[in-house]
DNA sequence: TCCTTTCTGTTGTAAATACAACCGACTTGT
DNA sequence: ACAAGTCGGTTGTATTTACAACAGAAAGGA
């Protein structure tokens, strides 16, 4: 657990706290480490949860299907990314989504109540991990509606260039790489998979962008 | 000021703080209140924004126009609601939307940087206040969460099935009234207004609903 | 290496949507 | 009461999308 510790020590949720102290916190917090193998599920829609998960290695993707299969993707975790903070408040209900690994991956649990509730041991912490919480969700919720930005779209064409030039502008760079493959990119996006592989390849012959797998550059 | 006090007391930001607490946390918290005719702005795209709000009275749309005119509605914001808590954190950058009021409403403003540090005085509700806080943006979480649901929808029926069938759940009746007219309804769910008209009268000559104005009923 | 599976692009067709234009009912303000 | 504006429904057409089916390339396993 102790080898993921400067991962941690780069996550919005410990932004500021030091590497001894998060050492301590581990433990003051009842971390728990758990290993999920590619394709696995790490939690499952309608369970209930009181954790706060941290990916401390691997990759994975929020998303849900439907009663005929259709798959929609909600967003991708990297390594060091918050997830399930949504869910853990008293009335928050069940999930909403699956979270599956889309390769091997390592996550911290961390049980709510220790997180936000003061500790009787000498945690300096607890305030500071509950405002990181706050503007951690809060980045989320930015991220929601950014990506509510693009759904907006009424054409595929536009639904791929609002996320693209958005990617670029969070990548810094014009070049970028998805964490998506063209099934998922569909999904992500909520199109369908051939039409935007057609539309794709129509904005490169226009000379819109290249792309090359999930490697894209934006002209 | 202190006339909106039962309707803060009611609010998320302030659960479980007692009527007294909240008078004298308006002042600690340095708590302004602003009103809004129908029509006005109360926060714009690109503004800087440092105050958590709460709506006091009224109502209010929080939507997006582009270039073009084209509006997209991203929600609606009852009495009691909290908003702007998104964009309130260090490294948020400016607002994506804008917040403008339908009817005459009047808004409190809460600078957050007194909301989430303790203040010197007897407060003794900050710790409590940023929990709520949490949970709250939290709650708010799960609606974006929700309406991505609606807006993965391919088919104009499906999404306003999806949505009326949500809001039948959150009203906890079959008949529900919308915050929204008919061009606000399609600007919400990113649908043209004129098929989705179409729509709603085809699925009220099969059964599956009735409407007058802005009121539904689901079978 | 060979076989299987996955991934991506291509095409054709049916279905759904956007867009524009129009109409009548209803509201609002003077 | 009148005029102007708003609102919701209807229709036709051009555009866009979904869906299905297929093929070649690439990747992975035995």
Same sequence: chains 1, 2.
Avoid at 66 to 83: K, M, T
Avoid at 116 to 144: D, P
Wanted: aromatic share 10%.
């Amino acid at each position: 657990m102790k080898k993921f510790v400067p991962v941690l020590k780069r996550t919005k949720l410990f932004s500021g706290v030091g590497d001894d102290d998060i050492s301590t916190m581990l433990s003051c917090l009842g971390a728990r480490l758990l290993t999920y193998e590619k394709g696995e599920y790490v939690l499952r829609q309608g369970e209930h949860l009181s954790d706060i998960l941290v990916l401390a290695e691997g990759s994975l993707h929020i998303q849900r299907d439907d009663y005929w299969g259709n798959r929609s993707i909600l967003g991708h975790i990297g390594v060091g990314e918050i997830f399930g903070e949504a869910y853990v408040a008293p009335e928050s209900g069940t999930l909403l989504n699956d979270v599956i690994a889309v390769e091997d991956s390592s996550v911290f649990f961390f049980d709510v109540k220790r997180v936000i509730s003061t500790c009787s041991s000498a945690c300096r912490f607890h305030t500071m991990v509950v405002q990181n919480l706050f503007f951690a969700i809060s980045e989320k919720n930015r991220g929601l509606v950014q990506k509510l930005d693009y759904m907006s779209r009424r054409t595929t064409r536009e639904k791929l260039l609002s996320y693209l030039s958005e990617e670029a502008k969070k990548q810094n760079s014009a070049s970028i790489t998805l964490p998506f493959n063209r099934q998922q990119l569909a999904d992500y996006l909520s199109v369908d998979r051939s039409a935007m592989s057609n539309e794709l390849c129509k904005m490169r012959d226009e000379g819109l962008l290249e792309f090359e797998k999930n490697r894209f550059r934006l002209f």
